[in-house]
């Protein structure tokens, strides 16, 4: 079993839909990050949380560390949201290494 | 992303050969990672180091090596190219003292082994 389970893997949404994408993770974190990644592109935190809730813009990202899951919400999504959304978390241990979950494919059609 | 140099950024090898990617970073950040990403699959740690002169195994070792002489440059080995080391590498960065304990991310480096 992976240490960091996204879901769902791919998702189609019409643009100004609200999107949902989970997270779940089975270690000790000291941190979640959500980042996004456009096709061929390079890697761009969104979030970084250690509790509760963020927002920036149209994005949102809340933690529930008590039942070890995130949530990174999209409100009023537009095409330019597509791209694949990675899910990362900040192992307790020496190194604090990243661990990734497989990401979520988004594609947000006009 | 600023402050994360990642060179090259694609690179065509033959099978056997070698090359070593360069992760440059300006933060002054202790921890630094490589990482792989191959389709269907999250991006898998090779290698890691935790301060100037350390380096550590991560998941997924075997074919690379790593070397931190200096604190803002983590370079990325392949001794011996295989078609398998196709991938696209990444190389991350992060502080360990609030507030620079974020992430931060290179560009990513395109490698395909011929």
């Not at chain 1, 893997?9 to 000291?30: D, K, M, P, R």
């Not at chain 2, 740690?45 to 074919?63: C, F, N, Q, R, W």
């Not at chain 2, 070397?67 to 078609?83: C, D, H, M, T, V």
């Amino acid at each position: 079993k992976n240490e960091v389970e996204q879901s769902p893997q791919n998702l189609t949404a019409q643009e100004g839909e609200f999107i949902t994408i989970n997270c779940s993770y089975s270690v000790g974190i000291s941190a979640l990050h959500w980042l996004q990644q456009h096709p061929g592109g390079g890697i761009v935190s969104l979030f970084m949380l250690s509790s509760g809730k963020k927002k920036h813009g149209r994005l949102i990202a809340t933690i529930n560390i008590q039942e070890k899951h995130s949530s990174l919400h999209i409100t009023a999504s537009h095409p330019r949201d597509s791209a694949v959304y990675i899910c990362a978390v900040h192992r307790m241990e020496y190194g604090n290494k990243l661990v990734f979950g497989a990401g979520t494919i988004l594609r947000v059609k006009s | 992303n600023a402050g994360v140099t990642q060179t090259p950024k694609f690179r065509v090898l033959k099978t056997g050969q070698s090359m070593t990617l360069l992760c440059a970073q300006d933060m002054n950040h202790e921890y630094m990672y490589w990482y792989r990403q191959d389709p269907g699959m999250g991006l898998r740690l090779i290698h890691y180091s935790v301060g100037e002169g350390t380096t550590a195994k991560g998941e997924v070792p075997d074919g690379y090596n790593v070397s931190r002489l200096k604190k803002q440059n983590f370079l990325l080995g392949l001794e011996s190219a295989a078609p398998s080391q196709t991938s696209v590498y990444f190389c991350a960065t992060k502080g360990i003292s609030a507030p620079n304990t974020e992430a931060f991310f290179g560009q990513g480096t395109r490698l395909t082994v011929v």
